[in-house]
């Protein structure tokens, strides 16, 4: 039995082509297409007019991180470290400090992450144990003219919402 | 020497010299707008002033600024400032100066006078041309080889390869082209383009010389350094080639001489290969006789021109997207009255010189604007097509274009002089 082979046709080599200029002013019709139609109307060209009009941003899209709660709005990290251990860019500093509650033991009392740092890949929201952290924000346009407004802080991390529902998050493989 | 003389004196020279550092900024905005439209974006069409774009035209304005302010700056292992300083000057100057004896409207005359409308009136022509742009490399060898160091100098390299390679098919290919006018005066050449071949078919060199107008406009990309020949500023391989040591004012001139070499050698094209300023079945004496029914057919032609881009202006100039009060709107608004404004303007001066004028020596000057309106038209297209080509064809690889240049072009166009040259004795 042979191996089946799969020939592909190799172009370029027919006299036409060695001729070159035939091709080029084949290609040249297909961008003067490109050109003219986009020139007689421009509402046909494939651009989004960004700042005014943002992109749609699905529920898998790994925006900026945030933190969740409990339905009683109590942090629900535990200070496992899993994300600060995984994160490759060594974005997160954690402090572990004593709960209180009868909920777990631990809590953070800080929760650094280094946007300038991040790299977005995820990881931390893959490690959580807890479902603590999340990076379904929406936010995808983070900017400031500072280092220290780069740093988010627990507060900040807290306050931050989804931009999802429950189900549409689930939905995107979470 | 006459007030008449020093006057045609002044707007000759001024029309060499002004009139290729504006279509610096009409070719950039062409590049730019042009390449996003072949790509479907929509390229710089954001900078504006009190809200008017001008289609993206202050995006040039903005970048000029920028570059002026910029850091000029000498890197401190450069030992010869002197040609580090002279290089990007040549370049320019070089480009300017072969624009020279371009002619951009027929031999006006004038109180019994003739002026030859170049900006240096010469029938040097088109060996000044050579011989000019045959310098411009040497600016860009000069920057390479000052700027001392790899990027620049293999850039300085390539180009220097290049254009000696590719100046003798161009050469080769005028020669033709001069066997067939017989004479090397770009006036001349213009003049012959205006007879008709068969009593109906405009005489143009690109229907004279098929082969030689191929060859002439590959050899002058080439000498333009434009893409598929840009390999001495390959981004990809060497940076900026030539350039890369250069910024703020002296980069701003390397650019602006790209661009004037650029509408240089597309004014020489039109001029060799595309009848120059004549106007397709109307020569000069043909015009200057009927110039009052022309004058008709104008008056009559450009408001419905105008009606056509009006509407293209309304319908192109507004946001795509929801927008309060849309300012774009707005913009347009005055943008068709300009339009309009300048149409009436235009009826009123044509009216004059109907009503006043006509059947002297204004019939002269008005056949010259036709032709200089015409050659600038033709100009632009020629621009156009640098830019088209830019943005369609992948660059060549070196060893490519030197086998392109030397394997083909060389013995093709040879050929095209032997086949000229027969052809023209058969004639005789």
Request: include cysteine.
């Amino acid at each position: 039995m042979s191996i089946k082979v799969k020939t592909i046709v190799r172009n370029g080599r027919s006299w036409q082509e060695r001729l070159y200029l035939i091709e080029v002013f084949k290609g040249m019709a297909i961008t003067f297409r490109h050109f003219l139609s986009n020139f007689l109307d421009n509402s046909k060209l494939a651009v989004r007019h960004y700042p005014e009009v943002k992109p749609e941003i699905t529920p898998r899209w790994r925006g900026r991180h945030r933190l969740t709660t409990h339905e009683d709005g109590t942090i629900k990290c535990v200070a496992c470290y899993m994300c600060q251990t995984n994160c490759p860019a060594q974005c997160i500093q954690i402090e572990a400090g004593e709960r209180g509650d009868d909920r777990t033991e631990k809590v953070p009392v800080k929760f650094d992450i280094d946007l300038l740092e991040c790299i977005y890949c995820g990881y931390c929201v893959e490690a959580c144990p807890m479902d603590a952290i999340r990076m379904d924000t929406g936010i995808f346009s983070v900017t400031s003219s500072t280092r220290e407004e780069m740093k988010m802080s627990i507060d900040q991390l807290l306050a931050t919402k989804g931009a999802f529902s429950e189900e549409e998050y689930k939905k995107g493989g979470a | 020497m006459t007030l008449q003389d020093i006057i045609l004196i002044i707007i000759r020279v001024a029309f060499g010299a002004f009139v290729p550092l504006c279509f610096v900024a009409v070719s950039v905005w062409m590049e730019r707008r042009g390449a996003s439209f072949i790509q479907d974006r929509s390229g710089p069409n954001r900078a504006n002033i009190l809200g008017f774009r001008a289609g993206g035209l202050v995006q040039n304005l903005a970048d000029a600024v920028k570059l002026f302010f910029k850091e000029d700056v000498i890197p401190g292992h450069i030992k010869h400032k002197f040609y580090f300083v002279l290089a990007p000057i040549i370049v320019c100057v070089t480009a300017l100066v072969s624009f020279a004896v371009v002619p951009f409207a027929d031999t006006l005359v004038l109180g019994g006078k003739e002026y030859l409308m170049q900006a240096i009136p010469t029938d040097l022509g088109i060996l000044w041309f050579l011989a000019i742009v045959g310098f411009s490399v040497y600016g860009i060898i000069l920057a390479g080889w000052s700027s001392h160091s790899k990027y620049g100098m293999l850039g300085g390299l390539r180009a220097a390869a290049q254009t000696i390679s590719y100046e003798i098919p161009m050469v080769l290919a005028i020669i033709s082209l001069l066997v067939v006018y017989g004479t090397v005066s770009l006036n001349e050449m213009a003049q012959f383009q205006g007879q008709l071949l068969f009593g109906f078919i405009p005489m143009w060199g690109v229907l004279l010389q098929p082969l030689g107008v191929i060859i002439f406009i590959i050899a002058a990309f080439a000498e333009a350094n434009r893409v598929p020949f840009d390999l001495a500023e390959g981004e990809s391989e060497l940076v900026a080639g030539y350039h890369v040591e250069y910024s703020g004012l002296k980069f701003t001139i390397f650019f602006m001489g790209e661009y004037v070499a650029m509408f240089a050698s597309s004014a020489i094209i039109v001029t060799l290969y595309f009848g120059g300023y004549q106007i397709p079945w109307f020569n000069t004496a043909t015009l200057i006789k009927y110039a009052v029914p022309v004058t008709l057919l104008l008056m009559i032609v450009t408001p419905v021109a105008a009606k056509f881009i009006a509407a293209w202006i309304r319908k192109n100039n507004v946001s795509h997207y929801e927008r309060e009060n849309d300012p774009r709107v707005r913009e347009a608004n005055v943008y068709i009255k300009i339009v309009w404004g300048t149409v009436i303007l235009l009826e009123a001066i044509l009216f004059l010189y109907l009503v006043f004028a006509s059947g002297g020596a204004a019939d002269n000057i008005l056949v010259a604007c036709l032709q200089v309106c015409t050659f600038l038209a033709k100009t632009t297209c020629m621009l156009f097509v640098y830019v088209w080509v830019r943005w369609t064809l992948p660059r060549f690889r070196y060893d490519q274009l030197q086998k392109l240049g030397w394997n083909v072009l060389l013995p093709l166009s040879l050929l095209n002089i032997f086949v000229t040259s027969a052809i023209v004795v058969a004639l005789s």
